[in-house]
Structure formats: C-alpha cells, structure tokens
C-alpha cells in the first residue's frame, strides 16, 4: 500500500499547507527532492514532498491549512527513476499522528504495513 495521497500538479504550481501548525522540517527526500514538514498543535505530522519551499518558509514558521503556500511542485521530470518510470509529476502528502501510526484523513482509517516514514536527509534547519 502506498499510504499517502499524490496530488497530480504540474512543476511550478504554487502548494499550501495541508494541515494549520508549525513548520517543523525542511529537508530532502531519499531521492534528493525537497520536502516541507508541518507539526499541528495536538502532535499531527503532514509531511509534503517534492515541494520546493519558498523563502517565507521556515523552521518555526505558522501555517494555515488551504491558505499558506508554503512552496512550488518540484519537478520530477529531474529524477531519473521517476521518468524513466513515467511518475506523473505530483506532490506527495502523507499524515502520521502523534503515536507515529500512518493514517489516511481520506478513508478515516490507519494504514497498516505502511512503509515506515523516512526522516528528511540534510534538515536545512531554517
């Protein structure tokens, strides 16, 4: 099971805030993209990749759900893997709570034998 949403979007296209907290991270996927993390007030994690932030976005920074842009698709077009593959180009949202069980807000249900959650590599600590 995949265990997470891909919102199908073309590179560039402007990206908000899934979920209302904190930016907690900005890193790197294991396959280099970038990736924004966000921590909601009851310990939620919403972690989206293969978003490219954008400068107002920061460590420590206050999101709002559907009103914050916190980046621009990545393009996957650059990774080998995925155009070879043909991955259309998405941004990847998956939510882990605050126990760190996957779960999917779409089926209201947990995502058992969900591949574990990678940390992002090379935190950029803004």
Do not use: C
């Amino acid at each position: 099971m995949h265990g997470a949403t891909d919102w199908l979007m073309p590179p560039g296209t402007p990206v908000l805030a899934t979920m209302t907290g904190q930016v907690e991270r900005i890193g790197r996927t294991e396959t280099g993209l970038s990736l924004v993390q966000v921590r909601a007030f009851d310990g939620t994690i919403a972690r989206e990749l293969y978003v490219d932030p954008i400068p107002s976005i920061a460590k420590g920074v206050e999101v709002k759900a559907g009103e914050t842009v916190i980046g621009r698709a990545a393009d996957l077009s650059t990774v080998k893997e995925y155009a070879s593959a043909g991955v259309p180009n998405h941004v990847h949202v998956d939510y882990t709570d605050r126990n760190g069980r996957r779960f999917d807000p779409f089926m209201n249900a947990y995502i058992e034998n969900a591949p574990p959650v990678a940390d992002a590599k090379h935190d950029a600590g803004k």
